[in-house]
């Protein structure tokens, strides 16, 4: 069965998507979600964990490269930086896998090669790693 996100075509309605997914599964796993007024912050959402604010960026892909999923991590060209988002959620659509990066997990990469299937993979402990942001 193909994922409904796989249909969204335009990248911002598909993006949107994905932080509605993020803000579902979050909740279901207990964790408070804010989302902050408008989309000037470098982040989409805050989970407030006993409080203590994480920030979170969500993105999303489907874009196969090799037997990997290509996912872009950057604002406009710019890879984020510790000082604007505390983690990165990553979610492959096609696999409906999510990625938890610490964001200097990614080493100011703009991009990073996610391959859930693989269980020696660069990022495997943070496939699922919903712990992170309890």
Known sequence: MTSPGMRIRHHKARG?????????????????????????????????????????QVKCTRQKRWNSYRCHLDANGRPYRPDQVDFIAAYIIPEDTWYILPIRATNGHAEILLNPRRPNSRHRQFKEAWHLLM
Do not use: H, Q, S
């Not at 803000?23 to 902050?36: F, H, I, N, Q, S």
């Not at 007024?37 to 203590?52: E, H, K, Q, S, T």
């Open 16 to 56: 949107e998507w994905a932080e509605l997914r993020f803000m579902a599964r979050a909740t279901e796993l207990g964790l408070r979600v804010t989302k902050p007024w408008g989309d000037n912050a470098p982040y989409d959402l805050v989970i407030d964990c006993a409080g203590r604010f994480l920030r979170v």
